[in-house]
């Protein structure tokens, strides 16, 4: 069973880069059709995608925040890595990595709570 996990600081500065990390299990990230998404969700707004990497290690980002999103990935740790950088606090709130296997976004990590604060 696919299993995704989110790891990474609770709290960063405004104006830091902030650095989440998604360790999955169960299943390769480099199996063909898979893609890797990051999904937020802020205080009192919906699910926001903010980018994926695919299968063949090609990425894509939300234009609202391709200028200061990056999206990597190690094949060796089976990981992918999101790196958001001058966050403000509107960059506040739950993080999810999510993958489309045999539907799209069919597997979800926990979530890791980020508050961006001084």
């Known amino acids: 069973q696919v299993q995704l996990q989110e790891s990474g600081p609770g709290l960063v500065k405004p104006s830091q880069t902030l650095s989440l990390t998604c360790t999955v299990s169960?299943?390769?990230?480099?199996?063909?059709?898979?893609?890797s998404s990051w999904i937020r969700q802020s205080p009192g707004k919906g699910l926001e995608w903010m980018g994926a990497i695919a299968y063949s290690g090609i990425t894509y980002y939300s234009p609202s925040l391709k200028s200061h999103t990056s999206i990597s990935r190690d094949t060796s740790k089976n990981q992918f890595t999101l790196q958001l950088s001058s966050v403000t606090p509107e960059d506040t709130g739950v993080y999810y990595c999510?993958?489309?296997?045999?539907?799209?976004?069919?597997?979800w990590g926990r979530g890791i709570q980020v508050t961006v604060s001084s």
């Open positions: 999510v993958q489309d296997r045999d539907r799209p976004y069919d597997y």
């Open positions: 169960g299943g390769s990230i480099t199996t063909s059709g898979v893609y």
